[in-house]
Every structure is written in C-alpha cells, then in structure tokens.
C-alpha cells in the first residue's frame, strides 16, 4: 500500500498527455489575447484621449511677434475653435528669429493637442534656408489642416509699357537689367516669386529688398521700383483706381477681388504658381482621434461665412480639408522651393 501511495504521489508531479495540452492550450490563448490587448491599446488609448480633449486651455503658438498676416490669421482661427471645442483657445506669441524657436518649442510639447502651432509657408522654406534645424518640418509634428492660401499680383508702374505678362517679358528683354522688382525681405514669398519668374521668363532684372512691406507699395507707386509680387488686398484699390496695372494671379485660379486678371500660367508663363499659405501642426505623436477632432472643429471653422469673409478681406483664400493635404503641401513646398533656393544661391544675410 504504501509502495502504491508514493507510486501516485510521483506521478501527480507529472502531468497526463492530456493535462499537457489542455494547459498549453492555455498558454496560447493567454498570449493570443495578451497580443490583441496590446495592438487594441493605441486606438483604446487615443478615443479615450479624444472623448477627454480638451481638458485644458488650448495654446496656439504663433512664432512672430503679434501685429502680422499669421497672427491675425490665427487670432480668427482661435476665436472660432474656442466656442467649438467648448474651451479657450489662446494665441501664444512666442518670437524667434524665422519661427524656428517657436516652432521648436512646440515640437518638443507634449503631444496630446493642448499646444499647437501656427504656421506660414516659412515652415517649408527654412528646410532649405537652415539645413541644421533642431526639428524635422515634416517627421517631428503631425498636420492638423490647411488655413488659408495668399495669391499675388504681378503689378507694375503704369510707367512700365506693358498691358499683359507677354508684353513685360518682351519689354523686360528689351532692356536687360534696367528695370527693378520688389523682393520684400530676402527668403520671403514675394522673393522667391521674383527669382522664379527671372528663371521661368528668362528675363534680367533687378531685386530690390525692402526690411518690412510698408514702403513697397509707395515706391512701386511712386516709380521707384518698376513691379512687384504684392498681396492682393494691398494692391487690389490702387488697381481698380488705375494708379497700378495688375498683369496677373499667381495662384493656380483666378482670384474673386481681381477676376478679370489672368493667372500666370494662363498667361503663358509654365508652372508659374506661387502663394503664401498657412496651417496648423501639433507635435509629433498627438493621438489620430484628437487630429480628427480639431480638423473636423477647424474645417466647420473655416466654412462659416464670417470666417470667409474676414479672411477673404485680408487678401486671402480659406480652405479645408484632411490633415494628408497640409502634409502633401509642406513636403511640395520643400521640394520646389529648396530647388529655387539652391539655383539661385540665395543666403539669408
């Protein structure tokens, strides 16, 4: 009896066959559901943090000083996205020599939608302008949505004997080196529209810089400078008084203030197509259902007829549309205008 005693108690220490497979059985189901757990917490993770957000004051990061394009711009955006989001959305100012600590700050913030960052098309020329920035423009901030694009005018002198883009082109090479064009300041989109239709046109003409945009418009008023690439709403009035000749657009449609004006590839310059835009990023990271809730918030924001029209006063066009198209325009923007950039050696001084 007692043979047979320790006889069971030894075989208990080993399972059957069939205990074993039951209990393996377990295992997998264990790490099968341990497995699903883990690839379910991302999506459980960011619709918790959606149902939460926002659970604070919202900052949106403008890094220029207050008073410009991109602040007022973002001061409209703010205000709309307050009463949607149910809570305060402010407007951070945070000045930094070309944006890049401002935005620098943001990318490092923590990614849950409480701190986003403004942006004009700076963001995508700085790539090619700094090539050591802290941030990547495109890996370290996830795209929210497109604002807002701003066309130009190519306006010259009434002086200037030229009624069409085909017309200044010819005259242009006529007098090789003898009229100017305002560039605004170095880096700027106004510059780089000028260097770009030197290159499209193959024309010779001369850059004039100007430290801020105030005096350019007296000057190409006052035939000191021959033309320029000038935002719509400040040349639009001067225009329809005769005082300058619009020749064309330089979007890729023609514009509501100015629609008798051709655009610049209607008027047979290839490709040409230039305009300020601004948008809104949040770092890298932030949860896709927080990205969805401010893009569906912002989009709505921009379709409200006041919004349209107070942007539309400011010389600009309001969009909307999927973060992908913010991340599209700004890898485009790299990629078009670093090649100009490189081409035309330019340095910021």
């Given at each position: ?32 559901l ?63 020599p ?16 409480h701190?986003?960052l ?13 090539p050591n ?5 495109i890996?370290?901030f996830a795209?929210v949505?497109?604002?807002a ?11 200037v ?14 007098r ?7 560039a ?21 003409i ?36 005769g ?6 657009v ?12 051709p ?47 107070r942007?539309?006063t ?5 969009l ?8 599209d325009?700004?890898?485009r ?17």
């Amino acid at each position: 009896m007692r043979r047979q005693c320790r006889y069971w108690l030894y075989c208990a220490q080993f399972p059957t066959k069939r205990q074993g497979a039951e209990a393996n059985m377990k295992k997998r189901f264990a790490a099968g559901l341990l497995v699903m757990l883990v690839s379910m917490t991302p999506a459980v993770t960011s619709t918790f943090a959606a149902d939460l957000y926002p659970s604070k004051v919202v900052r949106l990061v403008v890094a220029f000083p207050p008073g410009g394009a991109t602040d007022a711009l973002a001061r409209i955006v703010a205000q709309k996205l307050s009463g949607r989001l149910g809570q305060q959305v402010i407007v951070e100012n945070r000045p930094s020599p070309s944006g890049i600590g401002g935005s620098d700050s943001v990318a490092k913030s923590t990614p849950d939608g409480h701190t986003l960052l403004f942006i004009p098309s700076l963001h995508a020329t700085n790539v090619s302008f700094f090539p050591n920035l802290p941030y990547d423009s495109i890996k370290d901030f996830a795209p929210v949505s497109l604002i807002a694009t701003s066309p130009y005018v190519l306006t010259v002198n009434p002086g200037v004997p030229a009624k069409s883009v085909k017309e200044l082109i010819a005259h242009l090479k006529q007098r090789p080196g003898v009229l100017n064009i305002s560039a605004s300041a170095i880096g700027s989109p106004q510059h780089l529209a000028a260097e770009l239709f030197k290159r499209s046109a193959d024309v010779d003409i001369v850059l004039v810089h100007y430290k801020g945009s105030g005096a350019i418009l007296p000057d190409l008023l006052a035939g000191r400078v021959s033309l320029a690439f000038e935002n719509q709403a400040v040349v639009a009035p001067s225009i329809k008084s005769g005082s300058l000749a619009g020749l064309a657009v330089t979007a890729p449609e023609r514009s509501q203030v100015l629609p008798d004006l051709p655009t610049m590839v209607e008027s047979g310059v290839d490709g040409f197509v230039v305009v300020g835009w601004f948008g809104v990023l949040a770092p890298a990271q932030t949860p896709p259902d927080v990205i969805r809730r401010l893009n569906a918030e912002i989009s709505a924001s921009m379709q409200e007829p006041d919004v349209r029209e107070r942007v539309q006063t400011m010389g600009m066009r309001p969009l909307s549309g999927p973060p992908t198209d913010l991340r599209d325009w700004i890898t485009r923007e790299i990629a078009v205008w670093g090649k100009v950039i490189r081409e035309a050696g330019i340095r910021l001084q």
